[in-house]
């Protein structure tokens, strides 16, 4: 079969870890990731699948090229693991460059191909062993090694020293003080029912988010911490790059500050993959069969709030409305109908998605795709169409996306695409919505 | 060669002991290939202590049922040809008269049997239905992207009963003998394979639709079809 045609993509996390690679050492890895790492999945998997293409409709991005075979999910496998397989592991350091072009910026590990296969293959855990495989030889996205080295140091993905972090995290509190009278964010509170756990972000480039939560919190009345020290942030890339000694690391220091504060249930913020990983990579990676800590996610959490009545909504939003079902919540989590629910709670005119629940499309910037800075821009962009296309069919503007990935990724479509569209977190639906009780309300002096 | 192939030591041969051969290869392969997947999966961490018996069903009772699933209502042709295919497969060698009398003749058992015509017509789907998917495979892009030798000679391999059966039975083309001899020695062959190529989906189908059905059931709280 005719090589595939991909445009170049100079990304200096890849091109000179992959010229400095010997045959031996990738087939070291390779050997050592096959033979002692992977397990009975991996040869039932290479060696059931009848290669009959049946995945392809599946994959979004086979859809966004026009059916270009190269993108269905089988192809993937085939052109990276079986090849490896045959070629038992001696390959030089382009073709492992070959490889985690595929596995890093071709496929999201969304897990939908797994509910078209006949046989329910994984395809995404054979790609995340592609992952594997190039993250230990050190051929991966610069700016995804860069996010992991950030969580090596800082146990943050974006270099927030812990210093900056408690300094923003009673800067946004003192600002909330301007709406709820005395808000609280307390740091380190002992035998609290909730540890809330963002991405980073929300105390950098979108703190806004983390005031919303705050503000929730503050109105729902729940017993609530942050810890003051590590640990403090769920996120994890070092799961997409493949350095899983990393992912463990972070997670185990991230259940540490959990244990540490004595608190019941961890609260996750709107971040897909940071779920994720907590809740299975890392956890599994740990030896641990569920979360040590109750994990919950932010979506569950509203659901459980404006069901029990703890948030009223004041006013609804008129305008249409639509769904980014994130895979980390839906497909792999089955909040579909709390995301839902708490949709129609905040909104008059909700328009739902089609194909929706767990045969929701993924975004594009799963899989840490997201993070893969302006070398790989257009990657989202234009796997992003079948999204695009998704979207627009509803003709609302207004998009909910309950992710830190699809809420980056689907804004930026809307700009690049020129759609003009209004992106917004669930978070960012209860505060405009919801009613803030007299009693609590700050006066203005 | 050929009277070789036409010999009755041969047909004596393939009918009496490689008979034994073939099933004891194939079920003691398919034995050896379940227990060295049971066994290896005893070393992940992530396979047994999620594997949930209601939702493995639920997920194969999806997939073994025409038209259960999304992908297979959105591909009607493919669904119908591929569970045609499979049910002629398995069905046709299993009650056929001549296959019968020769278990009559060594055991004295005896089960129901397809009338001839219906077994005929089955064979046919068998060859036709392999047929399509041969064209398939060098039709439709996504499939033609990753075909290789071996999945032709899989194609082969399951058609080359069916289709010496065939013409053994109408007897055209070639002598009788030889058909039968190449009939049986196919079928062998193919039984022998099971195990140990891709045909092997028979055996691993259960385990890794129990798998995903568990992780995304009982796990994840969603659904795989």
């Known amino acids: 079969m005719a090589e595939t045609i991909r445009k170049p993509v100079s990304d200096p996390g890849m091109d000179e870890p992959a010229r400095k690679l010997s045959v031996d050492k990738i087939e070291k890895i390779i050997r050592w990731v096959i033979e002692k790492e992977a397990d009975a999945r991996l040869e039932t998997y290479v060696e059931t699948c009848t290669h009959c293409g049946l995945c392809s409709e599946a994959c979004h991005y086979y859809l966004s090229y026009k059916r270009d075979p190269s ?5 993937k496998v085939r052109y990276t693991l079986s090849d490896m397989l045959k070629r038992k592991g001696r390959v030089d350091g382009e073709t492992v460059k070959t490889y985690a072009r595929i596995a890093y910026t071709e496929c999201n590990l969304c897990r939908r191909c797994s509910m078209y296969c006949p ?11 592609v992952r594997r495989i190039c993250g230990l030889l050190n051929v991966a996205p610069q700016y995804l090694q860069d996010n992991t080295n950030s969580h090596i140091h800082t146990f943050t993905q974006s270099w927030v020293g812990q210093d900056d972090y408690v300094d923003t995290v009673q800067f946004i509190e003192e600002e909330l003080r301007m709406e709820i009278k005395n808000a609280r964010i307390p740091l380190d509170k002992a035998g609290a ?38 640990g403090w942030e769920n996120t994890n890339q070092a799961m997409h790059a493949g350095y899983y000694e990393t992912m463990g690391m972070i997670e185990k220091k991230h259940f540490e500050a959990a244990f540490r504060l004595k608190v019941k249930k961890i609260l996750a913020g709107e971040c897909g993959h940071a779920f994720r990983a907590a809740v299975y990579d890392g956890t599994r990676w740990l030896s641990w069969k569920n979360p040590p800590v109750t994990y919950i996610s932010a979506v569950q959490f509203f659901y459980e709030l404006i069901r029990d009545g703890k948030i009223k909504v004041a006013k609804k939003i008129q305008e249409p409305v639509t769904l980014q079902e994130p895979c980390s919540f839906v497909r792999n989590r089955g909040l579909g109908d709390m995301l839902r629910y708490v949709i129609k709670a905040t909104c008059e005119d909700f328009i739902d998605v089609k194909p929706n629940y767990e045969h929701n499309y993924c975004c594009c910037a799963g899989g840490g795709v997201i993070n893969y800075g302006p070398p790989w821009k257009f990657v989202r962009m234009e796997g992003g169409r079948t999204k695009i296309k998704q979207l627009k069919d509803t003709g609302a503007r207004i998009v909910i996306a309950p992710c830190h990935s699809c809420h980056k990724t689907i804004e930026e479509m809307s700009d690049f695409y020129k759609l003009g569209w209004h992106v ?17 309300k700050a006066t203005q002096e | 060669m050929y009277e070789f192939l036409t010999s009755i030591e ?58 259960a699933s999304t992908n297979m209502r959105k591909r009607p042709w493919i ?31 005896r089960w129901w049997t397809l009338p001839e015509r219906t077994a005929d017509a089955m064979t046919l789907i ?62 062998e062959v193919m039984l022998m394979a099971i195990p140990f190529t891709r045909l092997s989906h028979m055996l691993f189908f259960w385990f890794t639709r129990a798998y995903t059905g568990s992780e995304f059931g009982a796990v994840r709280h969603s659904r795989d079809f």
């Open chain 1, 71 to 75: 993108y269905s999910p089988v192809s």
């Open chain 1, 119 to 129: 046989f329910g293959i994984d395809i995404s855990y054979l790609l995340s062993l």
């Open chain 1, 193 to 230: 029912e909730f540890m809330y756990a963002p991405h980073s972000h929300e105390v950098t480039f979108k703190t806004h988010l983390l005031a919303n939560m705050a503000k929730i919190l503050n109105v729902a009345g729940v017993s609530w911490t942050m810890p003051s020290e590590d």
């Open chain 1, 424 to 440: 917004l977190f669930a978070n960012e639906l209860l505060v405009k919505t919801m009613e803030i009780p007299e009693g609590i």
């Open chain 2, 10 to 67: 041969l047909y004596r041969f393939l009918k009496g002991p490689m008979v034994w051969i073939a099933f004891i290869v194939f079920i003691g392969g398919s034995i050896f290939r379940i227990c060295s997947l049971m066994s290896r999966a005893k070393g992940s961490k992530v396979l047994y202590p999620y594997l949930s018996v209601k939702y493995s069903l639920r997920s194969i009772f999806h997939w073994v049922i025409p038209f």
């Open chain 2, 79 to 109: 669904t119908s040809i591929t569970f045609l295919f499979h049910s002629c497969l398995i069905f046709t060698p299993i009650f056929l008269f001549a296959h019968n009398m020769l278990v009559r003749e060594s055991w004295n058992i």
């Open chain 2, 126 to 187: 068998v060859v036709f239905c392999i047929v399509f998917f041969l064209l398939r495979r060098f039709i439709a892009p996504e499939v033609r992207y990753v075909t290789s030798a071996s999945d032709y000679i899989i194609l082969g391999t399951v058609a080359a009963p069916f289709i010496s059966g065939y013409l053994a039975f109408h007897q055209v083309f070639f002598d009788y003998r030889f058909m039968v001899n190449i009939h049986i020695l196919s079928g």
